[in-house]
């Protein structure tokens, strides 16, 4: 059987600059940062208070209040994106979708709350360990999405740090090309910002030392640069069949043509993640039928990591050759810090939406440029450019990298003028 076409028919976003994904849009080409000192826990006395944070988000819109009040935070942000993907789909209820969801913590805010109360009362409640059973079960999230949703299919839940959610991306696809899945509902979520997930976090490096204010703490390939900022939110991408895109006339971002993953022992050299980061570009290039030349925008990992920013440009300059130095990057975690696995799903959601716009938002903080990092970064304001195949790569601490090549809406309408 001929592997069949695999795109994307609908966006849902819920990020530290926007929630939805004309908001969060909106924020990108303006350069918004939605990174500030964390509200939702009180941080004090731990060495790093600054994060991505959402706000003005209430799951009660999204999901119902007893099911809110049982869950962690990752089931609000997940099922709000899961939702606003579907509508964005023109997807019902009672659909049958098959579900990949991407994820690095269960419910530590459920956990880190359970605990405190029992150093207070000196007691739990078998309700209590019910819930907290539930809550950090790493299948809750997906359970939740199909429960309130009303989706009929396999659910699947994936763990592999920041890169857990380009991998929800990638096994859709599989599913869909192979005819296993007419369509998937497929994406990533994180939400560390609670006082045990985030203490955990600084302990793993993410601690920003930096008297800049919030918003200027993210600042990928910048010289001031120190560590990543961490952050919150999940991203979720309707995925079909493009003949049944077509038949049931819904809008096509862009398809998926080309996907790579690997991945090495967590205590590699540099020199090898970047040999296996290049590697992974060149294959998903190889994939999709196109040579170097034919990227037009890269969605950059870019975490704003002193070494791995540098190992990153590196690694593009190794997979893309002489065309590296004319393709425009951008890192959008300069706004809104990493969100790990909700990372590579919203760098996919701007590469769709930057193509249909023909504009690539900036990577912001980008002052002074380290000379290591020489590409074309495109600085602090968006640049109008049409983007025809679009580049996202993803890495996780645990040493797995994904890359994904998307052909944008405007090579599907240049090819449904010519055949359809």
Request: glycine share 6%; charged share 20%.
């Amino acid at each position: 059987m001929k592997p069949r076409r695999v795109v994307i028919t609908g966006i849902g976003v819920v990020a530290p600059n926007g929630i939805g994904k004309d908001a969060f849009w909106d924020a990108l080409v303006k350069g918004k940062s939605g990174i500030r000192r964390i509200t939702l826990f009180d941080p004090e006395g731990l060495p790093s208070q600054v994060a991505g944070e959402v706000t003005e988000f209430d799951p009660v819109q999204f999901m119902p209040r007893q099911i809110v009040k049982e869950r962690g935070r990752a089931s609000h942000l997940a099922v709000a994106a899961a939702r606003l993907a579907l509508e964005d789909a023109s997807i019902g209820r009672e659909r049958r979708l098959d579900l990949f969801v991407g994820m690095t913590f269960p419910a530590m805010d459920y956990v880190n709350d359970l605990v405190a109360s029992f150093h207070a009362t000196k007691r739990f409640r078998g309700e209590d360990l019910f819930l907290l059973y539930n809550s950090v079960s790493p299948n809750t999230v997906a359970m939740d999405i199909a429960q309130v949703c009303e989706l009929f299919g396999n659910r699947f839940t994936i763990a592999n740090a920041c890169s857990s959610g380009s991998i929800a991306v990638v096994e859709a696809f599989k599913n869909v090309r192979s005819a296993r899945s007419e369509m998937c509902l497929a994406g990533g979520v994180d939400a560390c910002l609670n006082y045990l997930a985030f203490a955990a976090l600084i302990a793993a490096g993410f601690h920003v030392v930096s008297d800049l204010p919030p918003e200027k703490q993210s600042r990928p390939y910048d010289s001031l640069r120190t560590v990543g900022v961490a952050s919150e939110g999940s991203c979720f991408l309707v995925m079909e069949s493009f003949d049944n895109a077509l038949a049931r006339g819904a809008r096509i971002y862009g398809e998926i043509v080309g996907v790579s993953i690997s991945s090495s022992f967590p205590a590699a050299d540099p020199s090898e993640i970047r040999e296996r980061l290049a590697s992974c570009i060149k294959s998903s290039i190889i994939q999709a039928r196109l040579s170097p030349q034919d990227i037009s925008y890269v969605c950059a990992h870019g975490p704003s990591l002193r070494t791995f920013d540098y190992l990153e440009t590196l690694a593009l300059k190794d997979a893309l050759g002489p065309s590296a130095y004319r393709v425009p990057v951008s890192s959008i975690k300069s706004m809104i810090g990493n969100p790990m696995a909700a990372s590579g799903p919203l760098q996919i959601a701007t590469a769709l939406i930057a193509g249909a716009e023909e504009l690539i938002p900036p990577t912001i903080n980008l002052e002074y440029p380290d000379p290591g990092c020489d590409l074309d970064y495109v600085p602090n304001v968006p640049r109008h450019n049409m983007v025809e195949y679009a580049l996202v790569d993803s890495h996780g601490f645990d040493n797995v990298d994904v890359s994904i090549v998307l052909s944008t809406e405007r090579v599907l309408m240049q090819q449904c003028s010519r055949f359809c």
